[in-house]
């Protein structure tokens, strides 16, 4: 493991979707998931994430679009969550999920509105 990627992406995986959520995964790794984890943390967010070709908004646009297109709505809401760390606007995020309807169908957008609401009312609640 390259030691420096790995800081860098632990740092820009704690920015988008959460120290908190990190930090759990990380001390719920046990000696099976340990490596993924750092797998993760090390490839894609410190490679993936970590270039800076991209910006993070840019970055969390694509993955709501992949994320939806797979149907992976447990990630997809994790990073619907990082959108909004990442700046997005609500505006920005409707014309998103606009987009995902057109091209993933209309019960993808169904869901994933379904999805944004929950986060904006979760996120309202709490401040």
């Known amino acids: 493991m390259d030691r420096e990627r790995f800081e860098k992406g632990l ?43 991209l910006t993070d908004r840019e970055r969390s646009i694509l993955n709501l679009g992949m994320l939806a297109a797979q149907g992976r709505m447990h990630e997809f809401g994790l990073h619907f969550r990082g959108a909004i760390r990442n700046g997005l606007s609500r505006e920005e995020l409707r014309a998103v999920l606009i987009q995902i309807s057109v091209y ?24």
């Open 11 to 53: 740092a820009k995986r704690k920015q988008v979707l959460g120290a908190e959520y990190v930090e759990k995964a990380l001390a719920g790794a046990d000696d099976f998931s340990r490596p993924w984890q750092e797998f993760l943390t090390e490839y894609c967010w410190g490679t993936c994430w970590g270039h800076e070709v």
């Open 104 to 127: 993933c169908g209309v019960p993808t957008g169904v869901e994933c509105f379904r999805i944004a609401r929950e986060i904006f009312a979760d996120t309202n609640e709490r401040g």
